[in-house]
């Protein structure tokens, strides 16, 4: 079955920027999401189709694509912006959506 | 902005099937594609199949043979029925609406709810 992969975790200090990468081998071929979920609260969509901000969605959230990988980036990061952070996509024939493992975002 | 609210027994034995209400609160039945997800800590977040209010449900092929998902339009309601559950199968079980990208892409998900804990244990 297809996989995402995220790093497990990444940790900044308020103010700088976070990175976060989810590889796939459809990612050339499909779009990429991205999701953040607070603890006890469910996911928020955060960045569609690689790289487009839903209403609502701060500025200083990103995404990029390039190949096998899609990042999210988080310029600014701010105590909020702890939580975990999700990737999406679907595989390469449009069978099934599938998540990344997450990734905990720890502001120092 | 849509609601979703779902509602189902939060315990259920090994063997049994598992069925699972979500009610969505305006008239956008027909608007967005109908989603259920779930959550556990051995295996993070799964996406069990979708209804259109006017298409032939679509399955994650893991769990195809047990899943059924169906659609009430005139009660705004989806459901979500798994058969012969196990352990494997105690997670948090949210419904979300989604939206297709383009042809051929696959679906993002716009509004979740706030999920339904069901264990499975006797």
């Known amino acids: 079955s297809y996989e995402l992969t995220q790093p497990p975790s990444v940790s900044v200090s308020p103010g700088q920027t976070a990175k976060i990468t989810c590889s796939g081998d459809?990612?050339?071929?499909?779009?990429a999401y991205w999701y953040q979920q607070r603890p006890g609260q469910a996911p928020v969509l955060v960045i569609y189709k690689d790289n487009e901000r839903p209403s609502g969605i701060p500025e200083r959230f990103s995404g990029a694509s390039s190949g096998t990988t899609v990042t999210l980036t988080i310029s600014g990061v701010q105590a909020e912006d702890e939580a975990d952070y999700y990737c999406q996509s679907a595989d390469s024939t449009n069978t099934c959506m599938v998540f990344g493992g997450g990734t905990k975002l720890t502001v120092l | 902005q849509v609601l979703l609210q779902e509602s189902g027994p939060g315990l259920v034995e090994p063997s049994e099937t598992l069925s699972l209400t979500c009610t969505v609160s305006d008239a956008s039945i027909k608007r967005y594609y109908w989603n259920w997800i779930r959550q556990s800590p051995g295996k993070g977040l799964e996406w069990l199949g979708f209804i259109y209010y006017n298409g032939s449900p679509k399955y994650n092929p893991s769990l195809k043979s047990r899943v059924t998902i169906s659609l009430d339009t005139s009660k705004s309601q989806f459901f979500l029925n798994l058969t012969s559950v196990t352990a494997a199968d105690t997670a948090l079980y949210y419904c979300?609406?989604?939206?297709?990208?383009?042809?051929?892409?696959?679906?993002?998900?716009?509004?979740w709810g706030q999920g339904n804990l069901v264990t499975v244990s006797s």
């Open positions: 979300a609406s989604s939206l297709q990208a383009g042809p051929h892409f696959g679906h993002y998900f716009t509004y």
């Open positions: 459809a990612l050339p071929k499909q779009y």
